[in-house]
């Protein structure tokens, strides 16, 4: 059988340009340096016989003959990892590398606890972690940045599959003067009503949480306040604690970040069960399906482990 006059690491190069528009980010992606990935890009085209990329001023883009070929080749290297995945997965199971993508909402707080079960677990494993937003997440893991994501249930795109881990409840923060602040002090879960009326502030549109308080400012009278949307859980909760406004903050944020003599407090709201229910995600097209549920059990078991206030399905 002839040898084939393209390769995948140059197929790789091309879908980066496509998904980044941009020389030096794609490279940055790929792990090598720009001029190198100019050459291999050269190669490419030269090889093919056709112009793939259009280097202007302005930017970078695919020509139309290169997006027709970007989406053949997506296909190649995807089928390409599938074949190595499900390998893998047969001989060694939950071992090797794994590529893990998570928001800087959960990882920083769930993850410690999750990552020394699985050294003592599964020594020949190793998770290379990155953060991003999770809108930007479902992105990278379409295009074959991360294996698998953390991410907020449910994902949007079909070509992905969800493995539930937990439901995390979302407690109402509130600055320590607030007159609402008492009750939370004594433990005392708040009416659904004591949100009517409330200023509320939430993290930016790339983040569900957007979405969900703003649902429940509608649904329940408070204001949203678009003009002071934090850009972390951080910056939040030093909003409540100005006075800004009220929030919610995920459970495992508060577990590891607010402590008893805190400038805010926080308060369950009864009633009503607010939530974030988070999964790990995968493309279809992944071989090692069963790792990645082996890991997901994983993480179920420290989480109902280490918090009673999470749910894990059974």
């Given at each position: ?201 939430s993290l930016n549109p790339l983040y569900h949480l957007n979405d969900q308080v703003n649902a429940l400012c509608q649904e329940h009278g408070a204001h949203f306040l678009r003009d002071y949307e934090g850009t972390s859980l951080d910056a939040l909760r030093l909003m409540v604690g100005m006075g800004m406004g009220a929030a919610f903050l995920p459970a495992l944020y508060v577990h590891s970040e607010i402590k008893a003599r805190s400038e805010i407090v ?49």
């Amino acid at each position: 059988m002839a040898e084939l006059p393209l390769t995948l690491k140059q197929l790789q190069y091309l879908l980066a340009i496509s998904d980044l528009n941009h020389f030096r980010k794609a490279a940055e992606r790929c792990g090598i340096s720009q001029p190198s990935l100019s050459v291999q890009i050269s190669n490419l085209e030269e090889t093919l016989g056709v112009k793939l990329v259009e280097r202007s001023r302005s930017g970078v883009a695919l020509t139309p003959i290169g997006r027709e070929v970007a989406d053949r080749a997506r296909r190649v290297v995807e089928d390409s990892r599938s074949i190595i995945d499900f390998t893998n997965d047969a001989k060694h199971g939950l071992s090797g590398t794994i590529r893990l993508g998570t928001k800087p909402t959960l990882g920083p707080y769930l993850l410690p606890h999750v990552v020394a079960t699985l050294h003592k677990q599964h020594k020949d494993l190793s998770l290379y972690v990155r953060e991003n937003s999770p809108r930007e997440l479902e992105h990278e893991l379409t295009a074959g940045v991360h294996d698998l994501i953390l991410a907020q249930y449910p994902v949007e795109s079909t070509e992905h599959v969800s493995f539930e881990l937990f439901r995390e409840p979302l407690y109402l923060a509130l600055a320590s003067d607030h007159p609402l602040a008492e009750q939370a002090r004594e433990k005392k879960a708040l009416p659904i009503s004591a949100l009517k009326g409330l200023d509320m502030l939430s993290l930016n549109p790339l983040y569900h949480l957007n979405d969900q308080v703003n649902a429940l400012c509608q649904e329940h009278g408070a204001h949203f306040l678009r003009d002071y949307e934090g850009t972390s859980l951080d910056a939040l909760r030093l909003m409540v604690g100005m006075g800004m406004g009220a929030a919610f903050l995920p459970a495992l944020y508060v577990h590891s970040e607010i402590k008893a003599r805190s400038e805010i407090v926080v308060a369950r709201i009864k009633g009503r069960r607010i939530y974030r229910t988070i999964c790990l995600a995968w493309r279809k097209s992944a071989g090692r399906a069963r790792a990645y549920r082996e890991l997901g059990q994983v993480i179920r078991n420290v989480v109902e482990r280490k918090f009673d206030d999470l749910t894990v399905p059974r």
